[in-house]
């Protein structure tokens, strides 16, 4: 199993462009989430998923965007890019176990500078 | 606001344990207390998390005081690699939600 993965690692962008973080998973994970980590600081979530066709709203969903459209993609869009938004982006997925248990697989993530 | 309250940063002797503490004094019955660690940058590793019992797996034992307000996660015998930020998270029951601190900065010494 590949895991979680995201594309791309690394991106540059001009304030205004928009853009879209891939994420993927093959573990058949039914929860994913988006996180943003600014430096020296613990990850906030933006958006999470419970399944295909459900999404909700985090802590910090402002500026972004999400679908899940099948199981294993959770993308998100950034629709006009601001530099407050320049941040490592963490995607994770996870199964739910027994009620209040849940372990979180994490991507590599996605280092992205809004210029 | 993150629920936990961990020291900023603890220093370690390779091959001796590492004891890395943890308050979450509003802790709710239902909830889970969830450790990750995240070395240089990566994406977070889960460790262990346990709800009212001690835990132990591969990794490290997971020891929860009788009134659930603190916890302590013990690396038995820490190395180089163990060195890493380590997050205490308790899972909001009410929600999909883990409210991440700051965590503890470990440095294992040689």
């Known amino acids: 199993n590949a895991g979680v993965t995201q594309t791309p690692k690394f991106q540059v962008l001009k304030t205004g462009q928009s853009m879209t973080l891939q994420c993927a998973q093959d573990?058949?994970?039914?929860?994913m989430s988006w996180y943003r980590q600014d430096p020296g600081m613990g990850l906030r979530l933006i958006h999470y998923?419970?399944?295909?066709?459900?999404?909700d709203q985090g802590e910090v969903p402002n500026g972004y965007n999400v679908s899940r459209s099948t199981t294993e993609d959770f993308p998100l869009r950034l629709l006009s890019a601001a530099p407050s938004q320049t941040s490592v982006y963490f995607c994770?997925?996870?199964?739910?176990?027994?009620?209040?248990?849940?372990?979180?697989?994490f991507g590599p993530g996605t280092r992205l500078l809004v210029l | 606001d993150a629920k936990t309250t961990q020291p900023t940063s603890m220093d370690c002797a390779e091959g001796r344990a590492a004891n890395l503490p943890c308050n979450h004094s509003?802790?709710?019955?239902?909830?889970?207390v969830y450790w990750y660690r995240q070395i240089h940058s990566q994406g977070p590793q889960y460790i262990i998390h346990g709800l009212k019992n001690n835990e132990t797996n591969e990794m490290a034992s997971l020891i929860i005081t009788e009134d659930r307000k603190s916890s302590t996660l013990i690396l038995p015998h820490a190395t180089l690699r163990d060195t890493a930020v380590y997050y205490c998270?308790?899972?909001?029951?009410?929600?999909?939600?883990?409210?991440w601190g700051a965590g503890t900065k470990l440095i294992i010494k040689p």
């Open positions: 998270i308790v899972r909001v029951e009410s929600n999909y939600q883990l409210i």
């Open positions: 998923s419970v399944g295909a066709g459900i999404t």
């Open positions: 573990m058949n994970h039914e929860y």
């Open positions: 509003t802790i709710s019955g239902n909830e889970y």
């Open positions: 994770a997925s996870s199964y739910p176990g027994g009620a209040g248990e849940e372990t979180q697989y």
